[in-house]
DNA sequence: AAGAATATAGACAACATACTCACATTTTTC
DNA sequence: GAAAAATGTGAGTATGTTGTCTATATTCTT
């Protein structure tokens, strides 16, 4: 006869009262962060976890009622980490040049925290609870980033839509793949990366 | 005493001499790959991939000695797959535009046959036994073929080398996220994907 | 300082997975 | 056509993982 909530276990079980418990949530999460970084989906298990984050398991389901909740909270942390160093990093009028340097160190900042955390996040970790929404959210407001630039910097106006989606994956692509050889700091990557960008927005392949 | 082989465990536990059994390794590939692409390295285990081959947990474990060996058989197979696909797509000399999109036909219609195998095999499985070797091999092959355009298509001599790899992680990314969102096949996406590598290569980026 | 609230520990139950083994069935050989 | 070789089977074992429960330790309130 309990008034039960709809979704009794999809964020935290119990909310961290005093500083000594927000720590070990912060502990667990940042713990749980480099796990998933250091050994994939795969390798991600709670005890492996609680261990790293030199917590017992106990503590850990104190407050999370699940593995996923747990995926959940890092994943949420970390697009909003992405985000934000994104963000300030390309706004304002600038040149096209300009433009693309920023992003492409905003990029590398970003991946550099855990360099293959994000595409474990993106790839892997499951995301059926209400993760979808949060997912598609990021998706959407990091796009967002691209959209803008196309749409200011590009002279031709048809498909600005594919062509951001184009842009934004070749760029994951070439960050991604960079820091899985550890390359994301090598300044002729970051030219390069910041010609294509340049190339493919003032539209020279028409002209062949 | 006895003369053991280094890696007694490395490829196969028996060979298949009659017809039946060759086709029964097949299935077991087959239905392995597709477990792979469609369940990820955390959902393929050696009971889902025998039922899914319409055979049992035994014969499985008769032909490969471990998880391991069964992937490091699926990989061998689909590398070979995408790169005579590939090769074949990209031989002879051709206009830069007519190149790019043969590659983008290539590379499309490699991914078609498992959308997300590639990078599941790339990312998640894992590579220690003799994999290494494999692997590499295999990046260095796939590499020329971008090698080898980059430096018939460029002007520029410099960092060809960083620039192979640019092009060809760029690619791969679009390819990888179109893939995600089953969108391989979008006209549009083909077309912008050559006038990426059309545009990069030739080279519109210093200009400005 | 004592009792209530909060936090932590780690043994344990329930379940999943990799891999084995003794035997059944099919094919080949003579 | 019978013995021998090859192939196929699936319950069973060992191991590891998730998530629970209870006992204990620490911090807050008054």
Known sequence: MST?????????RKQPRQARSRATVEAIIEA??????????????TNK?????????GSLYQYFPDKLSLVEAIRRRHF??????IAES???DKPLKRFAQELVRGMI???SI???LHQVLLDEAPGDRGSRAAHASFQSRYLDHYTAAVAQYRRRRKD??????VLSSAVEGVIHNAARRDMLEAPELQKQLVELICAYLSGAGRSV
């Open 4 to 12: 039960r909530i709809a979704k009794p276990r999809s964020r935290m």
């Open 32 to 45: 749980g962060a480099h796990v998933l970084s250091a050994l994939g989906w795969a390798g991600f298990t």
């Open 49 to 57: 976890v609680a261990d790293a984050a030199g917590v017992s398991i």
């Open 80 to 85: 909003d980490q992405v985000l934000s160093v």
């Open 90 to 92: 390309a706004e304002g």
């Open 109 to 111: 900042e970003a991946h």
């Open 114 to 116: 855990h360099p293959t």
């Open 160 to 165: 600005n839509e594919t062509v951001a989606r």
